[in-house]
């Protein structure tokens, strides 16, 4: 194997893995708070639709990114509005954020699918996303706001004891993942592809929820593991160059094969499992009056 | 004499219980005020009150002189009152220094927190270890980080919820000698506890609650354990004690070398536990929770196969490897510490929930039907010889009230006729009436030739009922101390740790 071809498969594995590392860093924010949301996939897409519409109908990347990220805030707010203050379901409201998303971007993009546009330097967004993950981690091991978050998500019943605002911190967090979920899309759609296509992030959002777990909650794991599912993806291209001769369906299974298999061995270690999961995560909090 | 805090009609209603009743009393500044009554009397709900955790249907609180709205924790800690919980707020996984910053409102430095709560820990005589993980202190050590969590913030007013129930004797004496320090230096304490014995000793003052209504307001050193019983039950109780001695040879169980080996942090493993138990015989697993007495437990019921090693012989069959289903075919009978979920269905008839745990009867089915008029017949048995206080056995379990759900779940078992029963905290919880009952059907349980374990933090009812207790401590047993010559300050030194 030649250094170019080496360089090459780096790059690609860099491009392409950037928007599981911002959605999946959002989401174990979310997550580190004690909710779990489900609905990173239609999140994403919604994003990714929104950013191109408008640039489309603009031409201009900062309204683009802008209202991207608007539709985050607005379909996470939604989401936080309907878990933590009518107290519904999280995993149900959680998929039917995923389902109405997927619907959602289809009906707004369908005059937009295949429009071509320029797409913008990824490699800003690369480094942003390494940023983030250092950032992240710096806040919740570090300031007492991340500590508060923490806190949180251990035990809701005690945070709300002391006189923390758990509802107020769960919107925050749940917000910050929606964001970040609408940039994973929106790098999609506008530096990734760059184009529209329905159904585009291709189930990336589910990968992002799973190296959420795979990560044990940690930012750093997080991003070692962004890029072992993110070279998974990749690995079909070069093992096809190779001239490994399997179908192409085989290798586009590979990074949910790969969850799978790492879901499996992470939960085999209950302990470690429950050393390192938050305590309220899943559980609806509910002030006793 | 100068009132700190005044409850002026204070009301609040569940759905089906009335918790406070046009409550009103006053606090004295520096003082240690009582707030004495039975479960379920209201206590918890009016300090969850004055800490904001709880909104009042009705009535107000005054704070020196002036009218307080309390709205939440945030705002009564901004009025100088802070909180010690009965089961504490604290982050298991994080540090205790984490926890103590999580405690303050003002943001400070690590360097400076050290400083602070050393300060405290030296003045007070606690001490704290900052970067140990909570999940790795003991109970008594948990209510220190509480406490000097509380202190962190200088509160004027220190509610402490029940602050007794998980320590051991020398860690109450320690804890008053703390608390007496505290109102010296201008503290106000308000101390809850259905301990009577506790309030004569500490407290200043006391207000007697029942039902949800103030029954009296009293200078605690005119009062007697007796004279408060009395007017916090409305009753006298008469107490039945275990007097009788074994009268059989034979063994019924025996523990040889029991230990467990496990990795997870939050359970504590056995290490070494022998004893033997007669016919007849009640014998009492005393200590402060958490010294391993869920494991022993698992152990013994062997619902979820926690791994051990030592044998377990039950009149010469060793069970070490039988089910819960096999084991209870042996005429052993368990009731669980927790009733509701474990014991009980709640959302299930009490009929089915007999069935719940005597499935192994083979009366109870015809093939693969339920046999309900036989369930029936014995679920009303089970409620007519139990006093269970419930109008037909068609009432969901979660419907009844601790007390008679008790009754309900040990009659149940007792009348299954075992030959061994093994009971977790049967009296945790309840009111005075049921714990009255039960502790005589378990006495007399026993001089018909039934076997008991009870694992209990309650040190009284063990020593009214049993005729041994050993003491668990870090997951090592005592060695077993007769009942009737018991030296108390023996069994408080075990229960710290100190075996001979």
Redesign the interface.
């Known amino acids: 194997m030649n250094i170019d071809l080496l360089v090459g498969i780096l790059n690609i594995v860099l491009i392409s893995t950037t928007p599981l590392v911002f959605a999946g860093i959002g989401e174990l924010v979310t997550e580190k708070s004690g909710v779990l949301n489900l609905g990173l996939e239609g999140l994403m897409l919604v994003g990714a639709v929104t950013g191109f519409i408008t640039l489309v109908l603009t031409g201009n990347y900062f309204y683009s990114l802008f209202f991207s990220i608007i539709s985050g805030v607005i379909l996470s707010g939604i989401f936080a509005f309907l878990v933590l203050n009518l107290m519904t379901n999280q995993i149900a409201t959680g998929l039917a954020l995923t389902i109405f998303g997927i619907g959602l971007s289809a009906m707004l993009g369908k005059k937009f699918s295949g429009t071509p546009i320029e797409g913008l330097n990824p490699y800003y967004f690369i480094v942003i996303s390494f940023l983030l993950v250092f950032m992240v981690s710096y806040f919740l091991s570090k300031t007492k706001s991340g500590l508060i978050v923490r806190a949180v998500g251990e035990n809701h019943n005690s945070a709300y004891s002391l006189g923390y605002n758990v509802i107020k911190t769960r919107y925050m967090t749940i917000i910050f993942g929606g964001v970040m979920s609408s940039l994973a899309g929106f790098y999609i759609s506008i530096c990734y592809a760059p184009m529209w296509q329905e159904g585009m992030t291709a189930g990336r959002g589910w990968i992002a929820l799973a190296l959420v777990v795979f990560a044990t909650w940690k930012p750093w794991r997080l991003l070692v593991g962004a890029y072992i599912f993110g070279g998974v993806a990749i690995m079909q291209m070069n093992l096809q160059a190779i001239g490994v001769k399997l179908p192409g369906q085989f290798f586009n299974m590979m990074p949910y094969l790969a969850t799978i298999i790492v879901l499996v061995f992470i939960s085999s270690n209950k302990l470690r499992l429950k050393l390192s999961a938050p305590a309220s995560l899943n559980i609806t909090f509910e002030k006793n009056q | 004499m100068q009132t700190i805090v005044e409850f002026q009609n204070i009301c609040k209603e569940y759905p089906g219980v009335v918790a406070n009743n046009n409550v009103s009393f006053k606090i004295i500044k520096q003082s240690i005020h009582a707030i004495l009554g039975e479960n379920g009397a209201g206590k918890s709900t009016l300090v969850k009150i004055l800490y904001g955790?709880?909104?009042p249907d009705k009535g107000q609180i005054i704070i020196n002189t002036d009218l307080a709205t309390i709205n939440?924790?945030?705002m009564?800690?901004s009025l100088g009152i802070n909180?010690v919980?009965q089961h504490?707020?604290?982050?298991?996984?994080?540090t205790v220094a984490?926890n103590l910053?999580?405690?303050m409102?003002e943001?400070i430095s690590l360097s400076k927190l050290n400083l602070k709560s050393e300060t405290i820990c030296n003045k007070y005589g606690f001490n704290l270890n900052l970067n140990s993980p909570i999940s790795s202190l003991s109970v008594g050590q948990r209510q220190s980080v509480e406490i000097v969590r509380s202190l962190l913030n200088n509160p004027k007013i220190l509610i402490m919820d029940e602050p007794t129930s998980v320590l051991t004797p020398e860690e109450i004496n320690k804890l008053f000698k703390i608390i007496k320090k505290l109102v010296a230096d201008g503290l106000t304490v308000i101390f809850i506890s259905h301990k009577l014995e506790e309030i004569i000793n500490i407290s200043d003052h006391v207000t007697i609650m029942r039902n949800g209504k103030v029954v009296s307001n009293l200078n605690t050193k005119n009062e007697d354990p007796e004279s408060l019983g009395y007017k916090m039950l409305g009753y006298k109780v008469s107490i039945t004690k275990q007097t009788n001695n074994v009268n059989y040879l034979e063994n019924v169980l025996s523990l040889n070398n029991l230990s467990s080996y496990s990795?997870?942090?939050?359970t504590t493993n056995l290490n070494k536990i022998n004893f033997n138990l007669k016919k007849g015989q009640i014998f009492g697993i005393a200590g402060v929770a958490g010294n391993g007495q869920k494991e022993l437990m698992e152990i013994l019921l062997n619902e979820n196969d926690f791994e051990f090693k030592g044998d377990i012989i039950f009149k010469n069959i060793n069970i070490n490897k039988l089910s819960t289903f096999q084991r209870k075919s042996l005429s052993i009978s368990y009731v669980t510490e927790q009733r509701l979920g474990h014991s009980a269905v709640p959302e299930m008839s009490l009929s089915e929930n007999i069935l719940l745990s005597m499935s192994h009867k083979s009366d109870f089915k015809k093939g693969d039907f339920i046999n309900f008029d036989k369930i029936n017949s014995y679920a009303n048995d089970v409620i007519k010889n139990f006093n269970v206080d419930t109008p037909s056995f068609n009432v969901k379990a979660g419907k009844l009230s601790g007390g008679n759900l008790q009754k309900f779940i040990i009659g149940r078992e007792i009348m299954s006729n075992p030959e061994l029963l093994i009971l977790s905290q049967p009296t945790w919880g309840i009111d005075a009436g049921s714990e009255a009952f039960i502790k005589k059907s378990l006495i007399e349980l026993s001089q018909r030739g039934v076997s008991i374990i009870i694992i209990s933090h309650d040190l009284d009812e063990l020593l009214e009922v049993c005729h041994n207790i050993s003491v668990l401590y870090e997951g090592s047993l005592s060695k077993s101390l007769n009942v009737e010559n018991i030296d108390i300050t023996k069994l408080g030194k075990y229960m710290g740790g100190l075996f001979d």
């Open positions: 955790h709880v909104k939440s924790p945030n009564a800690q909180m919980f504490f707020s604290l982050f298991e996984s994080l984490e910053i999580l405690g409102s943001k990795q997870d942090p939050f």
